[in-house]
Structures are given as C-alpha cells and as structure tokens.
C-alpha cells in the first residue's frame, strides 16, 4: 500500500487528532528520518554484542571536543519551564490529565510512555484529553458521580509530552506498508494538534525524551524539531526536549546530547529506573561480578548510582540546562506506618537532591507533590533553580559509572519472588491498557517491570546462588512462577493473566534476551 494509513478503528472525535496535516507530518517524518531511526537500532545492537565480547563503555574519544569546548551552552528556560521544582508524572487518560495539571506540580510529564500502554485508543484518546486541557475545557465524571474539571485558582502545571521511545513501532499507522516509529507518531499528532495551541498561550509544544542511547539518537529528535516546526511555520527553538539520561551508554554521552539538542534542550533527567534495567541489560552476560543485588537494595546512594546523578548535575549547570531528579516510587498508603516510612523516604531522596544541586525532581502522585515542593524551596528559596550553581568539584571517571561490583546487597528468593510476581502482575495490567500500577505500595511501570524481569533473567542466566545457598536454575523459576501465580490468586486460565505469565515465563527463561518487554507484549495487542 503506497503512501500512508491508518489501520486503528476511528472512534468517535478521533477525526479532530488524525487531522490531514498531522498525518502528512508523519508521512514527512517517516520518509526522511525513519531509515535514520532502522540504523541507529542497529548500532545499538551492535554495540551490545561488543560489550558481551568484553568491550566497556568510556566516553568517546571523537566528541572531546565538545566536552572540552566551555563556550557553548543551551537556549535559556523557556516560558513555563524556569521553575521546575516539583514535577508529576502520569499517564493521559481523562482524570489523571485533570487530577495532574490540578495538583499544584509546576510540570506535569504527560506520558505516553513508561506509565502507558501504546493501546491505539489510549494513543489517539491521549491525544485529545491534552487537547481539551489545553482549551480549558476538559471534565470528567466517575461512574460514582464526582465530576473532575481544571482549577482556576493556581497555575496549572506545565504539560510536558513524553512520547514513546525509539524502539517502539505503530503499527496502526503505516507509510508504504511499513509500521511508523511510536515516537514520530506520539510528536508528530502532538505538535499538529496542540503545537500552535501550546504557543498562542505564551507556553510551547515541550516533550521529555526516554531511553536513548547516544547523542546520534539525539540528533535524529533534533532534526524532527526541525521538520516539525519547518512544517508548522514556528520559529526554530520553539520546541524544547529535556532528555532522560537512563541508559548506561548515554551516560557517557551527556553533554554530547545537550549539545546536539542545544536550541531545543531543556536539559536531563536522571531516570532512574530504566538506568537501572540499562545497566542490568549491558552487563547481563557478562558473569557474576556484574549482576546487582535485589532490586529494593539497589539505591541512589550506592557508588554507581551516585556517580551517575553528579556527573548529570555537573553535565547540566555547566551548559546552563536544568537538571531534573528522579521518581521516588513511594506511593501514599492507607496503613498509618507504612505510608510514613514512605513520606520519609521521598522526602529524603529529594532533599539530597536538591543539596546535590538538582533543580526540581519528579513524583508519582499527587499527594506526594508538597513534600518534594517543600524539599526544593528549602534549597532554592524564591529562586527558580539552581542552574548557577555549577559543580566543579565533581570529576566522575568511567571506572566510577561502571563500579557495579561494590553495590552491597544481596541476591535472595524473596527478591527472585517478588520480581517474578511483580513481572507478571505488571504485564497483566499493561496487557489490559494500564501502564502504571500500584504494587506492594510502590508505583510500578515499564521502568520497574523491566528491572524485575531483566534480573531473573541475570540471575537465571550467570547461574547466581541466592543468599540461602539456592542456585538460581531453569527449575527453581519455574516453581516460583507457579507459587507466585497461585499467591497472586487471579484466574490464569485465560485473558490477560494467561498472556502475561507466558510472556513473562519466555521473557525469563529464553536463551535470547529479549530487548524490551513492551515488543513483544505489543505484539500481543491488537
Ligand atoms: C520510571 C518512570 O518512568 S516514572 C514515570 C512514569 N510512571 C508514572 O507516571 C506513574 C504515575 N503514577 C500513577 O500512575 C499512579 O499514582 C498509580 C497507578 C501508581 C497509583 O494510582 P492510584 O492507584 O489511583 O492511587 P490512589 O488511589 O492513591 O490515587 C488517589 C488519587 O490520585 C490520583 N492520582 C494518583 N497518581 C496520579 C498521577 N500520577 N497523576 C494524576 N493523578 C494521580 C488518582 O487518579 C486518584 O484520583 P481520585 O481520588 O480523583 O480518584
Ligand atoms: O523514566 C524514568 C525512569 O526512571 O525510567
Ligand atoms: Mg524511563
């Protein structure tokens, strides 16, 4: 089939999203960046084999120059963006878009990544919750009768955009027969839709960058801004991106990456959770003295970590970008004792954030906005951030990025158990159109979900004993599965239960690692 279709049913108002001009976009978008995009896969799995043949990542030899060269920074913050002390996350459905943009966050990340899944309906519907916010005019009413509508008075957060990554198709958008890239699309239907909409407010299309892998992958999203705003008719710098850093190889790669987005940039984010699943998949066959402890050992103030988020401060202030924490995956809980310990444990993340010089950070829920606000405006007072603070005392080296060996911490069978049960209730929820769940009283998503598989993998695969002498074998995971199954209590004969456990049981056990545990559940939806 020449030329580009759509092959998703066309619900109602889906007309006013998949608009003539949003799919010449896409088609525009495709022609000219999606080889590019085939490539830089490629090379990414290139550079996977090279590091299981015993290659180590180090920062690059060719881009010194750019490291080196102290003349150059990024565009100044833009309108909406110059404060970002407390951020909130979420998926765009109808009251979270309403119950995000009314919590008192100054940014709200409106995801249509890690905290969603790529549903057709949740693509486009998504598409137009933010729409309708953007006009002022979105409601909503709960089957019980509580009616949702924006606040009129305080601020608004900021909507921030975060489409899918680089590896993730659409399959229900086709040019020459060929699947689109789930990104391009998220951008694309974004900018065509609310772009000029976001400018006439005096604000701008903004979007957050997941899971890239080097700077080339940021030059590929520059060079999308540009045909973009090029096929709006908005001046060049109108678009920003604040870029995740949350995979090993881009970890090496910071400034380079401000640097390619430099007009564009709004800075980095330190993501935490799929930095955490990256550093897992790079090493994975690489034998014991690279895999981590259980997961809930793993935390920001081990050395790897700790390198990771001051190198990403130091990276950020000396190019005058923002440099944004992470999730503290602390939901608030009904049960007295456990929801203090989690205020306790979010206020001290961000409090050591915000004296690590960080600018703002990000929560997973509402109620946890004030104490990350209060934690930033203990450092920063009534200025916006702290970008001037720049961090010359921090020199982090390669061999510090990649200290995984002194991570403390054991490997244990309630950690195996927990990942598995974790693994398949996630993928349950995912299957069903939900992409970000409570679990155990912790956010769990994409990020989460892919730390728990990749780790019984590991440990399948390298053949770990467990801190009970236990080895992890083939036979071992298999009766975990069936006790964490009958311990979850759901039917498993059938429906999304069944698909996750078997996509979960093959995620684990195969020989081959699988790259991401969204391609093959994609594969499973319709
Ligand atoms: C690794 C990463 O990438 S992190 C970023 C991606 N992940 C996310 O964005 C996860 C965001 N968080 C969430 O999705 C949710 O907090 C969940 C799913 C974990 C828990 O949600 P719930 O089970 O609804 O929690 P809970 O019942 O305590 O919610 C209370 C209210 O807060 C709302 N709420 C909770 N989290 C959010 C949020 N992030 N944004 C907007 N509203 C929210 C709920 O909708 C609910 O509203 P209501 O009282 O009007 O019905
Ligand atoms: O996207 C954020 C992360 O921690 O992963
Ligand atoms: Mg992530």
């Known amino acids: 089939m020449a030329g580009i279709e759509v092959t998703g049913p066309m619900h109602e108002r889906f007309d006013e999203v998949l608009t003539p001009s949003a799919l010449a976009l896409i088609e525009r978008l495709h022609r000219e960046l999606n080889p590019r995009r085939l490539e830089l896969l490629r090379r990414r799995a290139e550079r996977s084999a090279a590091i299981a043949a015993g290659a180590d990542l180090d920062f690059l030899a060719e881009t010194k120059d750019i490291r080196e ?8 913050p833009a309108p909406g963006l110059e404060d970002r002390r407390v951020e909130i996350t979420g998926p765009t459905d109808r009251k979270m878009t309403i119950n995000a943009l009314n919590s008192g966050a100054k940014v709200w990340l409106a995801d249509q990544e890690d905290a969603n899944t790529p549903l057709w309906e949740n693509v486009v519907q998504g598409q137009l ?11 909503f009413t709960n089957p019980g009768g509580k009616h949702y509508a924006l606040r009129t008075d305080q601020p608004l957060a900021t909507i921030v955009v975060r489409p899918r990554g680089w590896h993730l198709p659409e399959k229900h958008i086709t040019v020459d027969g060929e699947p689109t890239s789930g990104g391009l699309v998220d951008f694309a239907l974004y900018l065509a839709t609310s772009g000029q909409k976001q400018l006439d407010r005096g604000q701008g299309p903004y979007f957050y960058l997941p899971k890239m892998e080097s700077h080339l992958e940021a030059r590929l999203w520059n060079d999308a801004f540009v045909i973009g705003q090029d096929a709006l008719g908005i001046p060049r710098g109108t678009i920003r991106a604040t870029v995740l850093i949350e995979t090993y190889p881009a970890a090496f790669e910071m400034e380079e990456i401000l640097y390619e987005l430099r007009e564009h940039s709004a800075g980095l984010n330190a993501g935490r959770w799929d930095y955490m699943f990256s550093v897992i998949k790079t090493h994975r066959t690489r034998g014991t003295d ?18 990771y988020t001051e190198l990403l401060v130091r990276s950020c202030h000396k190019r005058g ?3 944004v924490g992470g999730m503290a995956a602390f939901i608030p809980s009904k049960d007295p004792e456990i929801n203090e310990a989690a205020f306790a444990k979010v206020r001290a993340d961000k409090e050591r954030e915000a004296g690590d010089g960080f600018d703002g950070s990000w929560v997973a829920h509402p109620g946890m906005v004030e104490v990350c606000r209060d934690a930033f405006t203990a450092v920063l007072g009534d200025r916006p951030n702290q970008i001037s603070r720049t961090r010359d005392d921090v020199h982090v ?6 200290d995984v060996a002194s991570t403390p911490g054991d490997v244990t069978e309630a950690g195996l158990r927990g990942n598995i049960s974790v693994g398949i209730q996630y993928l349950a929820a995912w299957l069903g ?8 009283n912790l956010m769990e998503d994409a990020a989460t979900a892919e730390i728990s598989r990749s780790q019984v993998w590991q ?10 002498g236990q080895r992890v074998t083939r036979e071992l995971v298999e009766r975990l599965i069936d006790e964490e199954c009958t311990a979850i ?7 999304h239960w069944a698909e996750a456990r078997a996509t979960f049981t093959d995620l684990a056990l195969a020989d081959h690692y699988t790259d991401f545990l969204t391609l093959p559940a994609y594969e499973r939806m319709p």
């Open 459 to 468: 440990w399948l695969h390298n053949g770990v004993e467990l801190a009970d």
């Open 129 to 139: 919750n933010l729409s309708d916010a953007i006009d002022g005019t979105i409601e």
């Open 397 to 402: 080296t390669a061999a510090q990025l990649l």
């Open 489 to 495: 209590g759901a039917d498993f004969s059938g429906g």
């Open 321 to 323: 970008a923002h440099a």
């Open 290 to 307: 690279f895999v981590l402890p259980d997961r809930n050992s793993v935390t920001m103030t081990v050395p790897f970590m700790r390198a």
């Open 69 to 76: 060269d102290d003349s150059w920074r990024v565009a100044p």
């Open 433 to 440: 159109g939900l992409g970000a769940v409570g679990i155990n």
